[in-house]
T-cell receptor, first 114, second 116 residues
């Protein structure tokens, strides 16, 4: 089975712009979660989607949003970019999001905001 | 409050030796899962091993084993026979089951460098 894929792998944006990141889960996985990783804050949960519905949300401002499509692919969007949004954004998938299920991560998208 | 604590500084390990990475956690949920991930410099998080809170035996996966001490809320990772490719950041994570929570809470990580 192919793993989790994320596009693009690298992005450079300027403050005030918006960005959309894409994640394709492992085939058959319906739960997709997003995480932000920064040197200062570490890995932080953004949100989780299951069956096209946001099921869990982390403590991030409304500038961060996401969606999931019927094929389980997910996108996250960050509007009005700030310098502090520079981070590695990781997407993870699991079959249904159960507590004992392993989340498998993609390679991440490195976002640099100038 | 921090749910996962990894406090060891960066570690240098001799090739072929074993290394133990400490992880303590905090939860009042009786049902939870503990995970260890490896993150090489490329950035991808690679799943290593899983331990469920009700599992009676310590988990093992090849050269990885988990020393699970439930009463102490400790889930240390042991890597046996270290290899140069084991050089990476290692993260301990927990997922609680209450409220349909599917988020992983991560520790700050342990940096491991394997030297020949």
């Amino acid at each position: 089975k192919a793993g989790v894929t994320q596009t693009p792998r690298y992005l450079i944006k300027t403050r005030g712009q918006q960005v959309t990141l894409s994640c394709s889960p492992i085939s058959g996985h319906r739960s997709v979660s997003w995480y932000q990783q920064t040197p200062g804050q570490g890995l932080q949960f953004l949100f989780e989607y299951f069956s096209e519905t946001q099921r869990n949300k982390g403590n991030f401002p409304g500038r961060f949003s996401g969606r999931q499509f019927s094929n389980s692919r997910s996108e996250m969007n960050v509007s009005t970019l700030e310098l502090g949004d520079s981070a590695l954004y990781l997407c993870a998938s699991s079959p249904s999001g159960g507590a004992s299920e392993t989340q498998y991560f993609g390679p991440g998208t490195r976002l640099l905001v100038l | 409050a921090q749910k996962i604590t990894q406090t060891q500084p960066g570690m240098f390990v001799q090739e072929k030796e074993a290394v133990t990475l400490d992880c303590t956690y905090d939860t009042s949920d009786p049902s939870y899962g503990l995970f260890w991930y490896k993150q090489p410099s490329s950035g991808e998080m690679i799943f290593l091993i899983y331990q469920g809170s009700y599992d009676q035996q310590n988990a093992t996966e090849g050269r990885y084993s988990l020393n699970f001490q439930k009463a102490r809320k400790s889930a240390n990772l042991v890597i046996s026979a270290s290899q140069l490719g084991d050089s990476a950041m290692y993260f301990c994570a927990m997922r609680e089951s209450w409220g349909g929570n599917n988020r992983l809470a991560f520790g700050k990580g342990n940096q491991v460098v394997v030297i020949p």
